[in-house]
């Protein structure tokens, strides 16, 4: 079964940086889309950040861009989100999706991903 799990969420303050994890098991896809995903509270789940499997260039929202990067480490079966310069606008439970028909970079953004991780908690205080 195909499973993601996430780490690295935690308490930091704002201007502080932190480092979310999402390890990948039981892929079997040759090519296939990662993304992340945050739902603050009280708000809808948002699009973060995404990247083709294929496709070395990433995809960001505009409220994120310049400060958080995807990367991934195909050796450890791991995708990153680094995320620089926290705010409080920041905090939310963040959540990795793993999707194996999106073809196009446009369909990034849109929340149909096939598997998903449980969430970390991310919290920025001012």
């Known amino acids: 079964q195909v499973r993601l799990v996430e780490s690295g969420g935690g308490l930091v303050q704002a201007g502080d940086s932190l480092r979310l994890s999402c390890v990948l098991s039981g892929v079997t896809f040759r090519t296939y889309t990662m993304g992340w995903f945050r739902r603050a509270p009280g708000k809808e789940r948002e699009f973060v950040a995404g990247i083709m499997r294929t496709d070395p260039a990433p995809v960001y929202s505009y409220s994120v861009k310049g400060r958080f990067t995807i990367s991934t480490d195909n050796d450890k079966n791991t995708v990153f989100l680094q995320m620089n310069g926290l705010q409080p606008e920041d905090t939310a439970v963040y959540y990795c999706?793993?999707?194996?028909?999106?073809?196009?970079?446009?369909?990034?953004?849109?929340?149909?991903?096939?598997?998903w991780g449980q969430g970390t908690q991310v919290t920025v205080s001012s």
């Open positions: 999706a793993l999707d194996s028909l999106k073809t196009s970079v446009d369909t990034l953004v849109i929340p149909d991903y096939d598997y």
